[in-house]
């Protein structure tokens, strides 16, 4: 009877006793979950959801564990968020980051612990090039590169000058440069504002209007890209200044920007309507999961980040204390992209096309973003030669 008593006991033990290491493959995923910028936080989860959907839960036949941290949008949060995902949950890796001060804040905990870290946006110049490092991947692009195609395509219209305008934060310096940096043009005029706080935007194109610039470029991701195109339109200046941007419209924000975004040019390294299987299948299954709901760029990167991940623990069948393998297996970008084929840079940046991207009515009479063109094909970013790792 007490042998019976003590091997039931023993039983309900082990049942209460949490999996032991490496039995679940662990992912933190830092973003953004609360605040106007949620939307674009929630769109990346859902994302990343689905491509573990496809994945059967599973990797390299581990179930997978994601523990989602929300930074709030501020850089001290965000470290502090990475910090507990790698020493207290200690994660296999962590995904996400919308927000280039959040990822630079972010950066040394990753690298100095030697986990593996996927940024799905964020992509300021200085991981690509001084501190890029083993540990550290993107799915998205460097930042400056979006806006480099966007200069591109104004020299193609044979644009002659232009008065750009940005938050002040790691990202919206780096999208400016962007454009300078292919522009052939002039730059009359560049304003910074303050990040996220500022909504008004009447002063920077009050400036933009005196200046007698042919065009206006302009990066605001989020609520900002609604209240900017609100006022773009209100101030009177859609029918007499053209305007270009990256990231100022897409999927989450053009429902609220509606009418406002049509004739808006931008650039981007995915669209919706690319004709590959796998972007066709995301995306089909995307609406049908979430009724309602596009996915966006963010979702796209999102769901590219499952899928590297993924496929470096198939690499090592499970054993994800093989770092040097998994690297060397990512470095390949070997898995099904949804924009399609790319390739890595030294630095871990993708070297990838970028296309134009405008705004129209679909078959339901539904506005939605459209590939219109290839602006640049295998883009590599301006920074990869500053990096010290070589390919």
């Given at each position: 009877m007490k042998k019976a008593f003590w091997l039931a006991g023993a039983t309900?033990?082990?049942?209460?006793?949490?999996?032991?290491?490496?039995?679940?493959?662990?992912?933190?995923?830092?973003?953004?979950?609360?605040?106007?910028?949620a939307v674009i936080g929630n769109d990346m989860r859902n994302s990343f959801e689905l491509a573990l959907d496809h994945l059967g839960r599973k990797m390299g036949g581990k179930p997978v564990e994601v523990i989602y941290e929300d930074d709030g949008q501020k850089p001290d949060v965000g470290k502090q968020k990475?910090?507990?995902?790698?020493?207290?949950?200690?994660?296999?890796?962590?995904?996400?980051?919308?927000?280039?001060?959040?990822?630079?804040?972010?950066?040394?905990?990753?690298?100095?612990?030697?986990?593996?870290?996927?940024?799905a946006n964020a992509g300021p110049?200085?991981?690509?090039?001084?501190?890029?490092?083993?540990?550290?991947?993107?799915?998205?692009?460097?930042?400056?590169?979006?806006?480099?195609?966007?200069g591109t395509?104004?020299?193609?219209?044979?644009?002659?000058?232009?008065?750009?305008?940005?938050?002040?934060?790691?990202a919206g310096k780096d999208m400016l440069a962007g454009v300078k940096s292919t522009f052939k043009g002039q730059v009359v005029g560049e304003e910074y504002t303050v990040w996220p706080s500022q909504l008004d935007f009447s002063a920077e194109l009050t400036k933009a209007k005196n200046s007698k610039a042919?065009?206006?470029?302009?990066?605001?991701?989020?609520?900002?890209?609604v209240q900017f195109l609100n006022q773009y339109?209100?101030?009177?200046?859609?029918?007499?200044?053209?305007?270009?941007?990256?990231?100022?419209?897409?999927?989450?924000?053009?429902?609220?920007?509606?009418?406002?975004?049509?004739?808006?040019p931008g650039a981007q390294q995915w669209v919706n309507d690319l004709p590959n299987p796998e972007n066709k299948k995301f995306v089909e299954d995307y609406r049908k999961k979430y009724t309602g709901l596009r996915p966006t760029f963010y979702g796209a990167?999102?769901?590219?980040?499952?899928?590297?991940?993924?496929?470096?623990?198939?690499?090592?069948?499970?054993?994800?204390?093989?770092?040097?393998?998994?690297?060397?297996e990512m470095e390949k970008a070997n898995f099904k992209s949804v924009r399609g084929p790319f390739k890595y840079g030294n630095n871990h940046i993708p070297i990838q096309n970028f296309y134009l991207q405008d705004v129209v009515k679909d078959a339901d009479?539904?506005?939605?973003?459209?590939?219109?063109?290839?602006?640049?094909?295998?883009?590599?970013?301006?920074?990869?030669?500053?990096?010290?790792?070589?390919?």
């Open positions: 309900i033990l082990a049942l209460a006793q949490p999996a032991l290491a490496g039995d679940t493959i662990k992912i933190g995923f830092v973003s953004t979950f609360s605040g106007p910028t990475t910090e507990k995902l790698i020493q207290s949950d200690k994660v296999d890796f962590i995904v996400g980051y919308i927000w280039s001060n959040v990822l630079l804040a972010s950066l040394k905990t990753a690298v100095d612990s030697k986990t593996f870290l996927i940024s110049s200085q991981l690509a090039g001084e501190l890029c490092s083993p540990y550290v991947f993107s799915t998205s692009w460097q930042n400056d590169q979006t806006p480099q195609a966007v395509y104004m020299n193609q219209k044979g644009v002659k000058s232009v008065f750009l305008i940005g938050p002040n934060y790691a042919e065009s206006i470029f302009v990066f605001y991701p989020g609520a900002a890209g339109a209100q101030a009177g200046l859609k029918g007499q200044i053209p305007l270009y941007t990256a990231f100022t419209i897409d999927e989450l924000s053009l429902p609220l920007q509606k009418e406002n975004a049509i004739g808006v990167q999102s769901y590219d980040a499952a899928n590297l991940i993924n496929s470096a623990v198939i690499a090592v069948k499970g054993d994800t204390s093989k770092k040097d393998e998994m690297k060397a009479g539904q506005l939605s973003l459209k590939t219109v063109a290839t602006i640049v094909k295998d883009d590599q970013d301006r920074f990869h030669d500053k990096c010290p790792m070589k390919k």
